[in-house]
């Protein structure tokens, strides 16, 4: 602007004082909170933490494979799956009206804008808060509660689960639905279709393998969730852990471990598939 | 339309008193240079935007008053070639003409048909008529851009609508198939009785194919008169900042073509298929 003013050639990109400008900002803003988080990296590396650690690790070898071990850990993977995809597909239930509310290039009374444009905005607002609520509270803390209720068991940790994930997946999918094209959902809508066939003919066919992928994300993340779980009494591979934790049996627990290892792989191997199936 | 007037959020002031009337099945061109507010004129006439002053009928009725209901069945019955075809590039080719339609299905007639197409037949039939038909359970993003256009106007011939408005119909088009399909806009809305109100950028097609022509600059409608009566100086005066040449079609008259003229056989997919 200046430069223009001054009739001076513009050669200097006129973004560069603000990026230079965020850049200080960020860095003012995340000292003061790594120190706060008493972030000391160095420490890992002192010889006395260094020798802890390793004797700690040396625990976990060799791996346990007795016979009667792998039968209880079959149990517990089964288990902590049917927990994870239990919880998701509650989860996904609560989780699609949702974000069906919830997402701005589905509403009507924003062509124009037309007159219900208050209400529809008073009501995504209400669908935005209720997903943040229900991610607000951490699942293990659900599952605290739910054991309470239900007792010891994968029940709890479904609940947990549910609750908690619901919040997660409304909030992405609507943004995802959001970050693509939405000019044929606006489109259909503007030639009085109906905001689910909106979604179907104009959304989806665009965020589908997103959508998609994210899910099974999720589903992984669930999967890893219900380790934290168990520590609580919520049943299947963290149950199973603790046990072992507290038994000190390092072998045990590197054979869990394995386990995270391959079921994080399936994850990945069904995302990859299904991304291929959406194309 | 009554001394319309549209300021865009960001201050741009797209649309001044402009008034325009439409008898029931008049067709209509509207033509001038590029930023003269035509895009703006059809979404108002569309019902995408409300104007900021002046007072706007569709059919007869004012859109920004009617409860949701009504405006979704005016909605149904106004259709809007877009310049850009807002069609998903995964939509298969039947789905996207199919998709017309919406506005008078159920929700599960429209969810039904994502599964198996509700209308095979009345989606080729109106393929056909861009010579399109052998294309109909295609992907959209296996379609050129000028194929992608056509299936844009199909889907709005698919439509029915009382009201056919298009925004440059046939930018994208081969000048081969242009006339062919300004052709089948105003065929259909003899054939209906539509409305018919486009945006042309070639002032040859608009004089050929309308009888009575809009011309708008900066936002103003600067004259509105049967095409006969629309002479060179006018047309000048219209284009005075684009320069000495009047933006054409073809040069001379243009010849007739069929309607049945063959369609580019080279497919450029827009997407590649690896790209997400």
Redesign the interface.
Known sequence: MSAAVLGVAQARDPQARARAGALIAAVVILWPLLVLAEFKPWALFEAGNLKVMGGFLAGFLPPATSVEFLGLLLVATLQTLAMATAGIALAWGLAVPLAFAMTPSLS?SR??????LRRGRALRGAARMVLVFLRAIPEVVWALVFVRALGLGPAAGVLAIAITYAGMLGKVYAEILESG?T??A?????????R???L????L??A??ELASYTVYRWECAVRASVVMGFVGAGGLGQLMDQSMKMLNGGEASTILVTFLLLVQLADALSAALRRLL? | MDHVGLVHPNGHRALRQVSLRLAAGEQVAVIGPSGAGKTSLLRVA?????PSDGRVEALAVNP?QLG?RD??????????V?Q?P??????RVV?AVL??R????S?GR??AS?LYPADIVGARDVLARFDLADRLFDRCDRLSGGQLQRVGIARALY?RPALLLADEPVSALDPVLVDAAVGQLVAQAQATGATLLASLHAVDLALKWFSRIVGMREGEVVFDAPAGEVGPTMLHDLYAAEGAALPMQGSGPLPRVALDAPAPTTVVPLVR?GC?
């Open positions: 009507v062509i124009g804008p037309g007159n219900a094209d000019r044929p606006r489109a259909l809508l503007e030639a009085g279709s109906g689910l066939a909106a179907c003919y104009g959304l066919p665009g589908a393998q194309a | 569309g019902t995408s935007v409300r920004w949701a405006l979704r069945r005016l909605r149904a019955r106004i259709g809007m877009h850009a807002p069609i998903p590039p995964r939509l789905t998709a017309g919406l506005g008078a299905w929700t429209a969810l994502l439509q298929p997400r």
